[in-house]
């Protein structure tokens, strides 16, 4: 089955700085890509995906892109805000399910 | 709210006994998920409906697990025989029925086995 990787576990950023989380893929079948964002005790909300026809997508301050020769995607937020402090998880899906990277617990310090 | 609704949220059940989960998907949407996750995971897949049929189960399924969604719109998880190991996050997912589609999750319900 598919294999996701996610790094960093953990990372701390300054207010207003850009923060990058990178995930890698193992099955050349995954064609989508979702990212979730997960609050305490909350279930994961979908901030964006993209398709593996499209290399970069951009949706405000966050971004992805996707390298498929490579097998790796990456989440980019700029001008963090504390509020998007969460844990946040990759997918990749090769088929009818989704398969989660390990996630990156993101803290914003004012 | 036209969100996937799940309930419980919070489920407290003594070792050996059996719980059921509901999960209410976005109304048009017509794949269900269900997942699992652990402190500190990303979220474990455990089998998946289009309409009424359940297509897909993972190995993490065991006999004690079972799910249904007879009519194609709410399901239900039942775990019998609670363990221990059995103490996560249950996650409830929808989408619609196309290929690379978005799926939105629940709010989860928390299970703990004493």
């Known amino acids: 089955g598919e294999n996701v990787e996610q790094h960093p576990s953990t990372l701390s950023v300054q207010e207003g700085d850009s923060a990058v989380i990178k995930c890698t893929y193992s099955?050349?079948?995954?064609?989508?890509f979702p990212w979730y964002k997960q609050e305490l005790g909350k279930g994961p909300q979908l901030i964006i995906d993209?398709?593996?026809?499209?290399g970069e997508k951009k949706d405000q301050r966050i971004a992805v892109t996707l390298n498929k020769t490579a097998k790796h995607f990456s989440l980019h937020i700029t001008e963090t805000q504390p509020e998007d402090s969460a844990v946040y998880f990759c997918?990749?899906?090769?088929?009818?399910?989704?398969?989660f990277g390990t996630g990156t617990s993101l803290t914003v310090i004012p | 709210d036209t969100g996937v609704s799940q309930n419980p949220r919070h489920k407290i059940t003594k070792r050996g006994q059996n719980v059921t989960f509901r999960c209410d998907p976005i109304?048009?949407?017509?794949?269900l998920y269900w997942y699992r996750q652990t402190l500190g995971q990303g979220p474990e897949f455990l089998t998946y409906f289009q309409n009424e049929a359940q297509l897909e189960k993972s190995r993490l399924l065991s006999d004690r697990f079972s799910a249904e969604r007879p009519k194609g719109s709410f399901s239900t998880l039942e775990i019998q025989r609670t363990e221990q190991g059995d103490s996560a996050m249950y996650l409830c997912a929808s989408s619609l029925l196309m290929v690379n589609t978005e799926a939105f999750f629940g709010q989860g319900t928390r299970l703990t086995v004493v």
């Open positions: 993209i398709r593996s026809n499209v």
């Open positions: 099955d050349s079948a995954s064609n989508y």
């Open positions: 997918a990749a899906t090769p088929s009818n399910q989704f398969y």
């Open positions: 109304s048009e949407h017509n794949r």
